[in-house]
């Protein structure tokens, strides 16, 4: 008899600790239903990290019964013109689409709303400033799958020097320290470069929409903004000028790359990683990179802070840089099987499928998944990867700042960056070429309707 | 079937048979025809078709109720672009590029298909070498030579560095500097074309009657007359033919130019196709992209019509 109830308590104590165990893992979500028979088509990002993700789409086969097919991998940018050819053909026959939040308003005519297709429970894991900027006229057209958000990136060897940190301090009057504005930035990069410290003194990407939204970030943090109430162009203000100012001096006095304005992502994290660049804005996504010793020569030689806030001329409403934006999922409006696509984005969103994505050095948009990666890396060897998190969740949570949630952004922005390369190339004066481009803007919005 | 003179049918109606047999054999060959012309129509004609009507409505691709003709705004596309900068700068860009590759391409061309017409020895090697950048699609060239002329890791600038002609911190932006940007393009797209008129000018001289030369041989004329008046004039129509096929296949570059420079910077670099795909596809103004293409195909047209006038009156010289 005692022995039975001995091991009627060994049973117990095994089931309650495997079932705490089975809680305390990260969970999956949207295999609660039976789709037996049902063909789910996906067109999604593809590319290097992005495509680890789908290697769980077996696991949602196998308890649903349904089968997925990927029928488009492509880059963000070919997405988006693979989506606007879908979508104005009405060829968009999938059920699961690659979204972002600074793509989405062009799209929202030919999207579900997916409020309706949510619970709040699932809902409030999510980063509310991330939903926030997935929500136009009230619909959510958006399941954010990750975020990222620039903090600045610097070379630690540059501030550990003493004899650099004298020199400096004689130059300059002030103490050597992590930058924490763009004047500051603007003076360490300048005197990094003059005196041989190092090859340069900053990056951006210098084309396309990565231009536009590097100029939007560091007009935002000195106090402007692209729009005004009524949607008529304000970048061609007091500030704006400034900003484009400064960046054509950087550009003449070789503080930034001569390439800079053929430059994208990549380019401008090659510099970075060949060590020849004291200071940048750059995305987190990139930090595996730039600490494979193997790959960069600055692995375990930089360092991280939030980022900056912009020029003094923005006087009190200067604020943290923080262009930001989500990749995420959306159900288009013609998709064979939405709830069938709801339940694939669940899957593909939840705890468990995000958190896997998160080890990969993707920033996570849900809250539970923050303190999993963050608890995971309260050991690491690097304390930076724990340094890392914990800034980026602040920048997610408080400085996430998406760009105008217009459909006119990417139009804008073709319009916009010729005329800002004009400038840093030194074509054109900063009043003249953002005047120019605030009259061609103006013209695009009017035809749009906005006034 | 042909009535003759001795038909028992008598010569006015042996005459209406024939008249009969002539509109039967007319329309035969239209009817076998009929299926392939109904086919291009549906295929070619249709779609240019609906792009011109598309030209004149302020059509943009994720606005479906935008695809609306009205009268009163019909000519609006064609007139902002004839009012619009970067419309004619793209098109300079494209007639510099145009004239210079395709003008660099033939006289490098000639050059090749005279050497390689005088090679004894291996020969169909060296033809095969020659068509190699043939194989190679245009986005891959582009990125091949994007890669070359990259400033920071690029091939050229590190050559450069390593024979002590620039320093690491003066590294040339050959992508970016004016007239740089194009000359790394006209290379890229040179490197690309040659293979293709070479082909063509050695057909054209391995064509040419030897008479001619031994005749000019034994009149005493040196290598170069024998070029200069006889192959030279003698080879026009073959060479009006490559500059045609060439400058339609160089005016529609779109692929080594998106990739190596996107048109940029600040328009630098900007063609006709490249301006098109921005303002259809990226900007989602299918309409006014739509009315570029109509005026770059009027002018390609034209340009084809000078060119076939000029190989017509070349054969007649002939």
Known sequence: MLRKLFLTLVMLALVSAFAVSAQDEAQYAGLDMDLSGINIKMANIGGGQYEVMYDAISIFEEATGATVEIVALLDGFSMDQKLKVDFATGAADYDVAWDHTSFVAQYTPFLLPLQDYFSEDELAPFSPAILDAATIDGNLYLIPRHADVSPIHYRKDLYEDEAIAAAYMDATGEALTVPTTLEQIDRQARFFVENGHSTLGYTLAGKEEALTGRFYEMHFASGGSLFDENYEPAFNDEIGVAVAELLAS????????????????????????????????????????????????????????RGFTGLSVGGDAVRPSGWAGAHAFSVPATAPNPQAGVQLIKFLSSERVAYEEALLGFLPTRGDVWDRVIADASDAENPLDRERLELARIQVGEDFKTPPLIAEWIPFSNIFYPHLQAIILGDVGAQEGLDAAAAETREMMADAGYY | ???????????????????????????????????????????????????????????????????????????????????????????????????????????????????????????????????????????LVGMQFRWFFNANV????????????????????????????????????????????????????????????????????????????????????????????????????????????????????????????????????????SAMSWITVFLSVLFTLYFFRQLVKARIVR
């Open chain 1, 250 to 305: 950087w550009y003449a006095d070789g503080v930034i790359p001569s390439d800079t304005t053929s430059l994208l992502w990549d380019g401008v994290a090659q510099y970075f990683c060949n060590n020849d660049v004291a200071i940048k804005l750059e995305w987190y996504g990139w930090y595996a990179y730039f600490q494979d010793a193997d790959s960069c020569a600055v692995a375990g030689n930089f360092g991280l802070a």
């Open chain 2, 1 to 139: 079937m042909v009535a003759n003179s001795n038909s028992p049918l008598g010569k006015g109606a042996a005459a209406r048979l024939v008249e009969v047999s002539r509109i039967e054999a007319g329309f035969f060959p239209f009817a076998l025809i009929l299926p392939a012309v109904i086919l291009i129509l549906l295929v070619v004609g249709f779609p240019l078709l609906y792009s011109l009507y598309v030209s004149f409505t302020p059509y943009e691709l994720l606005k479906p109720n935008s695809l609306n003709f009205t009268v009163a705004r019909a000519l609006r596309n064609y007139q902002k672009l004839l009012n619009d900068d970067i419309f004619w700068r793209s098109l300079l860009n494209t007639i510099v590029f145009l004239a210079v590759t395709v003008n660099l391409s033939y006289v490098l061309s000639m050059a090749l298909s005279q050497l390689l017409a005088r090679v004894t020895v291996g020969q169909s090697v060296l033809r095969t070498l020659l068509m190699v950048p043939m194989m190679f699609a245009p986005i």
């Open chain 2, 154 to 289: 690029g091939l050229v600038n590190n050559f450069l560095i390593s024979v002590g002609l620039i320093q690491e911190q003066g590294q040339i932006a050959w992508l970016v500097d004016v007239p740089l940007g194009m000359i790394t393009i006209i290379i890229a797209s040179i490197w690309m074309n040659i293979p293709v008129m070479t082909i063509i000018l050695l057909a054209g001289t391995l064509s040419l009657p030897t008479e001619t030369f031994e005749a000019a041989e034994v009149d005493g004329a040196s290598g170069w007359q024998k070029f200069r008046f006889i192959t030279f004039p003698l080879l026009a129509p073959f060479s009006y033919i490559a500059l045609t096929i060439m400058s339609l296949d160089i005016a529609r570059a779109f692929d080594i130019v998106r990739i190596m420079t996107d048109g940029g910077p600040a328009r630098r670099t900007e063609m006709l196709w490249t301006y098109i795909t921005r303002l259809a596809i990226e900007d989602t103004k299918f309409g006014l992209g």
